[in-house]
T-cell receptor, first 113, second 113 residues
Framework: GENVEQHPSTLSVQEGDSAVIKCTYS??????FPWYKQELGKRPQLIID?????GEKKDQRIAVTLNKTAKHFSLHITETQPEDSAVYFC????????????FGKGTHLIIQP | DTAVSQTPKYLVTQMGNDKSIKCEQN?????MYWYKQDSKKFLKIMFS???????INETVPNRFSPKSPDKAHLNLHINSLELGDSAVYFC????????????FGQGTRLTVV
């Protein structure tokens, strides 16, 4: 089955700086890579996703890049703000597009004022 | 309107008891899931249902029995609860198999004492 590794487990950045979270996956047939944000005590919510036919996608201050050859994808947050503090999860389909997602272990992003 | 709703939000029970968590989605999705999030925030899929049929059972003990009376509902029944079952359980749904956004319910925090 798919295996998703996520780094770092904790990331502390100064407000206004950029943050980058990286994930690798094992199944070369995987074709969909979402990122979820989970605030304390809340549900995970999708913030951005990318499909295997593109290399980069942006939405305002967040972007995701995908390197299919190396089997890794990254989340980039620019001009970080206090409300960006949360746990971020990357994910990939369970096995080659089967139902459900395998999640990385999460990155706790802390924005220092 | 809440897209994916689950009840109860909190559940405290003694070891050995049997309990149920209910989930309903009003998004018209065909696929529903149960995920377990442990104390370290690891998010792992338990079950996947497509149009009321079980698609995936990720090596979950048979004390856990999901039931889908229709494609808008996926309930989780747990028999003979153990201390290790304490976690947050999330229901989720998506519009088709693999490769689309999963919408999560607000979670049920289960505490077994």
């Amino acid at each position: 089955g798919e295996n998703v590794e996520q780094h770092p487990s904790t990331l502390s950045v100064q407000e206004g700086d950029s943050a980058v979270i990286k994930c690798t996956y094992s199944d070369s047939a995987s074709n969909y890579f979402p990122w979820y944000k989970q605030e304390l005590g809340k549900r995970p919510q999708l913030i951005i996703d990318i499909r295997s036919n593109v290399g980069e996608k942006k939405d305002q201050r967040i972007a995701v890049t995908l390197n299919k050859t190396a089997k890794h994808f990254s989340l980039h947050i620019t001009e970080t703000q206090p409300e960006d503090s949360a746990v971020y999860f990357c994910a990939a389909p369970l096995v080659g597009g089967a139902d459900g997602l395998t999640f990385g272990k999460g990155t706790h992003l802390i924005i220092q004022p | 309107d809440t897209a994916v709703s689950q009840t109860p939000k909190y559940l405290v029970t003694q070891m050995g008891n049997d309990k149920s968590i209910k989930c309903e989605q009003n998004l018209g999705h065909d696929t529903m899931y149960w995920y377990k999030q442990d104390s370290k925030k690891f998010l792992k899929i338990m079950f996947s249902y497509n149009n009321k049929e079980l698609i995936i059972n990720e090596t979950v003990p048979n004390r856990f029995s999901p039931k889908s009376p229709d494609k808008a509902h996926l309930n989780l029944h747990i028999n003979s609860l153990e201390l290790g079952d304490s976690a947050v359980y999330f229901c989720a749904s998506s519009s088709r198999t693999g490769g689309t956004e999963a919408f999560f319910g607000q979670g049920t925090r289960l505490t077994v004492v």
